[in-house]
């Protein structure tokens, strides 16, 4: 359903330190970097799934701020990539957010999560569903 999930960086170069960290925990390789009709910096994390992860500087102008309620959760191969996305997103400029990484019931029965904001303040979640 989605091509895809887009996020907006007021420092292009440190998303794209921090992506590149947090991202290569999930095997994803260094962005494509695209150069908008405007002028404006895109870089374009490819996924074999369909959906692609962007980051981009504004093109209005304007500085990136994160929207209210949102979240973009990366699937995780285990309980221990959910650990480790969330520790290199630590080690790499992202803020801790919520409850420790670990365990929570849901309605789909045990789920791994981790939340972290990266440095533009954007929340994102590494969750791992058993099954």
Known sequence: MLFHTMVGSNDIERSRRFYN?????????????????????????PNQGGTNFIVTQPINDEPATVAN?????FSCNSPEQVQQFHDVAVAN????????????ASAMGTI????????????????????
């Open 112 to 131: 791994h999560l981790a939340y972290v904001r990266d440095p533009d303040g954007n929340k994102l979640c590494g969750i791992h569903i058993p099954g």
């Open 69 to 73: 309620g949102a979240t973009v959760a």
């Open 93 to 104: 400029g992202g803020t801790s957010i919520e409850d420790a990484p670990g365990p929570r």
């Open 21 to 45: 960290a947090v991202l290569g925990v999930l095997g994803v390789p260094e962005p494509m970097i695209n150069i908008a009709g405007s002028g404006h910096t895109r870089l374009f994390y």
